[in-house]
C-alpha cells in the first residue's frame, strides 16, 4: 500500500485546515492510522492514531481537543481536522499506517515503530 497526504497548506491562526491520506495499491481497513508531524529543527511527534479494529482515537496532549482524526474506510481515507490552530502547529505532517490486523497496547501508537508504511507529508504553515 501507498499513502498520499495532503489538504496541507498557509492558514492563520485561528483558522482549520483538514488534511486527509489516501491509500493506494492497499487498503486502510484493517491498518491502525498515524499522523505525525515534523517542525523545523525538531523531531518527528506523534499527533493523532485511529485504531483499525475498534475505531479508537489517540492524540497526543498538546492537540487540546482541537484535531479530530477520522476514517473511511469506503474511500480509504484517513482525515485529520484541524481547528484553532497556532504558529507552534507548523509542521510537515505525515501519515502512516501499520502492517494489517496488527494491535498494539499501551502507547505503542505513539511510537513511530510500528508504523511500516508512511506518506510523504504535507506542510502547514500557520501565520500569526
Known amino acids: 500500500v501507498q499513502l498520499q497526504a495532503s489538504g496541507g497548506g498557509l492558514v492563520q491562526a485561528g483558522g482549520s485546515l483538514r488534511l486527509s491520506c489516501a491509500a493506494s495499491g492497499g487498503t486502510f481497513s484493517m491498518r491502525t492510522v498515524g499522523w505525525f508531524r515534523q517542525a523545523p529543527g525538531k523531531e518527528r511527534e506523534f499527533v493523532a492514531a485511529?485504531?483499525?479494529?475498534?475505531?479508537?482515537?489517540h492524540y497526543n496532549d498538546f492537540v487540546g481537543g482541537r484535531f479530530t482524526i477520522s476514517r473511511d474506510n469506503a474511500k480509504n481515507t484517513v482525515s485529520l481536522q484541524m481547528n484553532s490552530v497556532g504558529p507552534e502547529d507548523t509542521a510537515v505532517y505525515y501519515c502512516?499506517?501499520?502492517?494489517?490486523?496488527?494491535?498494539?497496547?499501551?502507547?505503542?501508537?505513539?511510537?513511530?515503530?510500528?508504523?511500516?508504511?508512511w506518506g510523504q507529508g504535507t506542510l502547514v504553515t500557520v501565520s500569526s
Open positions: 502512516a499506517a501499520t502492517a494489517p490486523n496488527r494491535r498494539m497496547v499501551g502507547t505503542a501508537h505513539r511510537s513511530q515503530a510500528p508504523y511500516d508504511v
Open positions: 485511529i485504531r483499525w479494529y475498534d475505531r479508537h482515537t
